[in-house]
């Protein structure tokens, strides 16, 4: 493998997360009125929710340590990929919610596993071109491909076919990543030689200002609802038609990667100066979707994409800058581990104020992110790595 292709393989995992998240997040945007469908309340639909993002980010603790003791990048993420995206045609026969909740479960631990390998393998590629930029560029094609699923199964509702047959569906894109992932691993059986920098064995000693912005990134996660717990707002209070809720998720993602681009270069321009005022911004999106009427509510949806971008573009590019190559696949476990955790505790907190009082469930979804504001603040302060090259 020639050291002077790393975009190409950015490109190519880009192109196959393309096909993954048209697979999974075309499922994941009607798991809501699916769930509901099924007889599933609000505080199970966020409970679900929240505990597969748990299972979506806290099995990364295993698999990420595991990856960077063992490098089997491509093994751990064959096998994560296998898992996940299995549970996607699967969801066609679900006939109750704890069947379907179970898939959706599934799901989320296949995204675990092969999540930290995936991202490390980007790190060592982005080194050549930017932090940012290569993290920004993969999520654009990603979130491509969380636009185009979603409306694919918009499509095939309004055309009067069952959440099942959607689901069915879904089995194409999932064979193209399968393709893809062999191509890339036969194209670039070892990405760490794009960044090589060392050859002892890593340490798990991660350092201070790591463990700082972690705190940071939890009190976001645990302020974001899951589109989960949206998708059933806006069908029983805004919308009440569930086929158009692919249609506002495809927004949502739309601005999640086209923002991510942005966001990309501006990190690499500034560093992690600029997740202030994203995490400002972002934070919008609670008042906007629980407490407007249409067009305010399919604009904080918009804005929640634009979150789930900054998750995913900045949050973990800044990781890449703060530990040494052979540490990243340790520190994204650790990292999306208490992510998720974060994230689930927070979901379970939403779900019961939403069933409780809108108003002191926007309030807890928008204070807590704010809270996160002076920790970014200082860790962009304390470390030189995630400040960008601005002159």
């Not at 609000?42 to 295993?62: C, H, M, T, W």
């Not at 109750?96 to 980007?122: H, K, Q, V, Y």
């Not at 199964?153 to 099942?164: D, E, P, T, W």
Request: net charge positive; with cysteine; glycine share 12%.
């Amino acid at each position: 493998m020639k050291k002077t292709n790393p975009f190409a393989f950015v490109i190519l995992i880009g192109v196959l997360s393309f096909f993954a998240d048209f697979a999974y997040e075309g499922a994941r945007s009607v798991a809501g009125p699916f769930l509901a469908s099924l007889g599933a309340g609000a505080v199970v639909v966020s409970s679900i929710g929240g505990f597969g993002e748990l299972l979506g980010y806290g099995i990364s603790i295993i698999s990420g340590p595991l990856a960077m003791r063992t490098r089997k990048y491509w093994g751990i993420a064959f096998v994560g990929y296998g898992i996940q995206l299995s549970a996607v045609p699967l969801l066609t026969f679900a006939r109750t919610w704890p069947e379907a909740a179970g898939l959706i479960f599934l799901e989320r631990i296949g995204r675990a596993i092969r999540n930290p390998p995936r991202d490390t393998m980007l790190s060592f590629a982005a080194k050549e071109i930017g932090y940012g930029w290569g993290f920004g560029v993969h999520e654009a094609l990603d979130q491509a491909g969380a636009l185009v699923g979603p409306l694919v199964v918009a499509l095939i509702l309004v055309a009067g076919h069952s959440y099942r047959e959607a689901f069915a569906a879904l089995t194409v894109p999932v064979v193209c990543v399968f393709i893809l992932l062999g191509i890339a691993r036969q194209v670039y059986p070892r990405p760490v030689k794009f960044d090589d920098t060392s050859t002892t064995l890593p340490s798990t000693s991660l350092p201070r200002v790591f463990w700082i912005y972690l705190i940071g990134a939890g009190l976001v996660a645990a302020g974001f609802a899951d589109f989960a717990l949206i998708s059933y707002h806006l069908v029983r209070h805004v919308l009440h038609v569930p086929m158009l809720i692919p249609v506002v998720y495809s927004v949502a993602m739309a601005v999640s990667g086209g923002g991510s681009l942005l966001f990309g270069r501006l990190f690499d321009r500034f560093g992690l100066r600029v997740l202030l005022p994203l995490t400002l911004v972002s934070a919008a999106f609670a008042p906007l979707v629980f407490l407007g009427g249409f067009w305010v509510a399919i604009f904080g949806a918009a804005i929640w994409g634009l979150g789930i971008g900054v998750h995913e573009s900045i949050i973990p590019a800044a990781v890449s800058t703060m530990v040494l190559p052979k540490q990243r696949a340790f520190a994204f476990g650790i990292f999306t581990g208490v992510y998720g955790a974060a994230w689930f505790a927070g979901s379970i907190v939403i779900g019961l104020l939403y069933g409780k009082s809108l108003v002191l469930m926007v309030l807890f979804c928008t204070v807590i992110q704010i809270a996160a504001l002076p920790i970014f603040s200082w860790v962009a302060r304390q470390s030189p790595a995630v400040n960008g090259t601005s002159r």
